[in-house]
């Protein structure tokens, strides 16, 4: 406990800034942090032409929001954000490649994908988080975005149970009908499902109290082995409270 408390206060004291990435050295930092998270720490597949690095064609495409510790001068957590011109660009969006969008064409003109969200262990706290979500909030509103999309992660160590039983745990937060997504590769939930209780990730947790929907059914990536929800936070219903908070956070 005691060494908790000192961990915690040493956060604390950290000078924390989020903002978007400049300039190659930065997006090649953050993409760096991705590999160690991902590929390392969670065993994905990334194909990368580059060692260590995790990137792929979307990259590009995208703008970069990372928080950076300015003591350390290290970035410590990233987001990448796919605007709708530039989905029209690479042909898509990433989501795309998971699960059948057709019923959210009409929301396509002002929606804003997010993905590759991770931060380093050392820095996983709701401060570090909240950052994120400041900067993501800050984006949406200054690009007058009113629709947020991305797919969010369940761990498949244990074969897909937990994903299967949080699953059927979230029928209050299902989008309305005409919102629905289907998965190209459905997880088999209802083969998986074994009643066992199960904690929502964080994240997840995070997204749903602020007013988020999911989207539909699981889908499975073979790639990071896990169970992908996609959530859609339309911006008008995130929680009054969630967005004060978020906008009165400093960004870089």
């Known amino acids: 406990m005691l060494q908790q408390a000192e961990q915690l206060a040493t956060l604390r004291k950290r000078r924390l800034h989020v903002g978007l990435a400049h300039g190659e050295s930065e997006i090649r930092e ?50 990448r954000i796919l605007t709708p011109d530039a989905a029209r660009r690479v042909g898509g969006y990433y989501s795309e490649t998971e699960f059948d969008l057709t019923r959210l064409q009409l929301l396509r003109e002002s929606m804003v994908e997010i993905g590759r969200s991770c931060i380093d262990p050392d820095y996983r706290t709701g401060g570090t988080i909240a950052l994120l979500w400041s900067g993501l909030a800050r984006y949406m509103a200054q690009g007058n975005y009113r629709t947020l999309i991305g797919c969010a992660s369940i761990g498949m160590a244990d074969g897909g149970h937990i994903a299967a039983n949080l699953y059927s745990r979230l029928g209050e937060h299902m989008a309305p009908p005409e919102y629905r997504v289907f998965p190209r590769h459905p997880l088999p939930v209802e083969r998986l499902f074994n009643g066992q209780p199960a904690e929502l990730p964080p994240l997840i947790k995070g997204y749903l109290r602020a007013g988020a929907y999911v989207g539909g059914e699981p889908a499975w990536d073979p790639d990071f082995n896990t169970a992908d929800l996609l959530i859609m936070m339309p911006m008008s219903r995130v929680d009054s409270r969630y967005a004060r908070h978020f906008l009165d956070r400093k960004a870089a």
């Open 30 to 79: 953050a993409q760096k942090l991705r590999y160690r998270i991902f590929a390392e720490e969670l065993g994905a597949r990334l194909p990368t032409r580059t060692p260590g690095v995790d990137i792929d064609l979307y990259d590009p495409f995208c703008d970069h929001l990372i928080v950076r510790d300015e003591d350390n001068n290290r970035i410590v957590g990233t987001y």
